[in-house]
């Protein structure tokens, strides 16, 4: 009867202390999985969040406001920093041979502050020379089902079967699409011609600059850049059916290759305009405008960077440069090309690869 009554007390002392051992386990097990830390020198639970990078390049050592934190692996260039506490953090990547990336970064309670397209530029990029053939093979494009055509009297003319007739009178400007065509004309309207239908139609009329300088188009799947003679942006939306204004002082223009972003490059800035909602961080709205660099120099020309499509390369006077357009706690610039350059090229068909010419040459650096 002893030795039971033992047994029966042992029992019950294991049982006690695993419920006690549950009780304290199992609120810190859901309290740590919701992002709170235990501080033994306040004896209090804190609520703290986190970085996540995610670089391109392995080896890379991470540091958090200063301090070492870790190296990334020979892999992988991503690392997860937990248990930060709420704030602004100053956050640096380092590796030997490439410039350091930092960023300023405002760390929310419970949350993962994220920067998934990290990218380490070399100091001293490798360049090789290209040929034409090359730089012909990656800005190869589809050949029009239909030639237009502006004569003298303004008419735009549609060629077929070796012969052109007239589909539009008094136009300014026009360009083609894989259907048909888009085109302004002297009032001021722009139009539409579908080739298939030989139908026009009208899209509205937004306010055009008309002059002596023809307008420039950029055309996506579903989108129409136009940039008017007095460097106006106007942007129609196939899916609204409407045409409006959204910059001036504009020099060019870049579509990415998702129909996400567009690119905006004015004399010394470039902008950013969002086409679509952003469904990773940093979670931007359609029709956010954010300006990725603002350069004290003029901007001869800019590409998106096809790789991340989250970089832009632009050329000055003073050389060639990468931006990112993740302007969250500011924008890293790095120089690619000392020097002045005659030319840059990117395409969506080599996207790691920029191509650029100079005194003659053609070059090409791999990122």
């Not at 360049?127 to 093979?137: D, H, N, V």
């Not at 888009?182 to 002059?211: I, Y």
Request: glycine residues 6%; hydrophobic residues 40%.
């Amino acid at each position: 009867m002893i030795i039971g009554a033992m047994k029966r007390t042992t029992r019950r002392i294991i049982f006690y202390c695993l419920a006690l051992l549950f009780a304290v386990a199992g609120p810190l097990a859901v309290l740590t999985s919701l992002g709170y830390t235990f501080r033994f020198s306040t004896a209090t639970f804190e609520s703290t969040g986190g970085i996540f990078i995610k670089s391109a390049t392995p080896r890379t050592s991470v540091f958090l406001d200063g301090a070492f934190f870790r190296e990334t692996g020979f892999l992988t260039g991503s690392t997860l920093m937990t248990d930060i506490a709420p704030g602004t953090h100053h956050v640096r990547l380092e590796r030997q041979g490439f410039r350091p990336w930092t960023k300023t970064v405002t760390v929310a309670p419970t949350e993962v502050t994220e920067f998934r397209d990290v990218f380490l530029v070399p100091f001293e990029p490798l360049s090789a020379t290209s040929t034409r053939q090359e730089l012909a093979a990656v800005q190869a494009t589809s050949t029009p089902t239909h030639t237009f055509s502006l004569d003298k009297k303004n008419r735009l003319r549609i060629a077929e079967n070796r012969t052109s007739r007239v589909v539009a009178e008094n136009v300014h400007s026009f360009t083609p699409t894989e259907d048909g065509a888009f085109f302004v004309g002297q009032n001021g309207f722009l139009a539409r011609f579908d080739a298939d239908s030989q139908n026009v139609e009208t899209v509205g009329r937004p306010g055009f600059f008309l002059d002596r300088e023809p307008f420039r188009f950029a055309v996506s799947d579903h989108f129409l850049a136009i940039i008017d003679s007095s460097g106006g942006l106007f942007l129609y939306d196939a899916a609204a059916g409407a045409v409006r204004p959204i910059a001036s002082d504009t020099q060019e223009v870049r579509f990415d290759s998702t129909e996400e972003k567009l690119l905006i490059v004015k004399e010394q800035s470039i902008d950013m305009l969002w086409l679509a909602d952003s469904e990773r961080q940093p979670f931007q709205k359609r029709d956010t405008m954010e300006t990725v660099a603002q350069i004290p120099d003029t901007i001869r020309e800019a590409y998106w960077c096809y790789g991340t499509e989250q970089h832009a390369i632009y050329r000055t006077r003073a050389g060639v440069f990468i931006a990112e357009t993740d302007t969250r706690g500011g924008s890293n610039i790095s120089e690619l090309i000392a020097g002045p350059v005659d030319e840059i090229i990117t395409s969506s068909l080599a996207p790691s690869t920029i191509f650029y010419r100079k005194g003659g040459t053609l070059y090409k650096i791999d990122l």
